[in-house]
């Protein structure tokens, strides 16, 4: 599947190319390869990931202006996916909660998400919100990951609002 006109796309459309391998072909005839992390839903620019033989990875930008065509190389198997969402996490995890503390949180965010009209599913122990962001426990505003800011900060004042809200990543 090749697309030309990526900036006259929209996020619907530019869903499709998320973790998948791609080739971007940039206006000055330049070519990056990467797995497609997220796209810019303003810039429409697009985030490009390649991963290195000894684990780490590296990010580059590809200026939404400046995209010719996008061309799917590779879908991603279910490990470079989950590689590629822990691409821009910090490394760590929080302190495990209680295992009915941690449903109790995670089923009152998910309630309050419903409850303003936010689109949440359970995976695993996250919720993933709007399928673009993830709420790790203990599932209070600080612990949202998403590579798309203008979500992230949504997402994160919407949970800040949240009366039940009591986890310490609230403060």
Known sequence: MMQSGWPLLGPLDWLHYVNKKVKVKARDEQLHRGWLLTVDPVSASVVLVSFGEAGGASVRVVMGH????????????????????????????????????????RDGVRRW???????????????????????????????CRSSNEIILDRIQKLLEENPERDGPGDA
């Open 66 to 105: 400046a995209v010719q065509e996008v061309e799917v190389l590779q879908e991603a198997d279910r490990q470079t996916a989950e590689r590629l969402r822990s691409v821009l996490l910090p490394p760590g995890r929080p302190a495990r909660l209680d295992p009915e503390e941690a449903r109790r949180r």
């Open 113 to 143: 998400l419903e409850r303003n009209r936010v689109p949440v599913e359970q995976e695993g122990e996250a919720l993933l919100v709007a399928g673009a962001l993830r709420v790790e426990p203990p599932y209070g505003a600080a612990d």
